[in-house]
């Protein structure tokens, strides 16, 4: 194997491993997307989850529910 064979082997293999970190990056940025779209579906239930609870509490403090002494 002459010194072009050796130079030509390690330029295809520095070639492959950039392939493989490029796919990898896409794979590990596709996983964070996925991520973050399930927190905010999370955030968006906790939030309906609270406007609920609020609700029924101030359903439970009608101020015009109250016996007043007069």
């Known amino acids: 194997m ?4 050796q130079f030509q082997d390690k330029a295809e293999q520095m ?3 950039a392939k493989e970190r490029m796919q990898q990056g896409r794979e ?3 996983q964070g997307q996925e991520r973050g779209e399930q ?3 999370r955030g968006r239930q906790g939030q ?3 406007r609920d609870e609020e609700s029924e509490r101030r359903e439970g403090q ?3 529910d109250q016996d007043y002494d007069i």
Request: hydrophobic content about 15%; cysteine-free; proline content about 5%.
């Open 2 to 5: 002459g010194m072009k064979d």
């Open 15 to 17: 070639q492959q491993q």
């Open 28 to 30: 590990r940025g596709q």
């Open 39 to 41: 927190g905010q579906e």
């Open 48 to 50: 309906e989850r609270m």
């Open 62 to 64: 009608d101020p015009l």
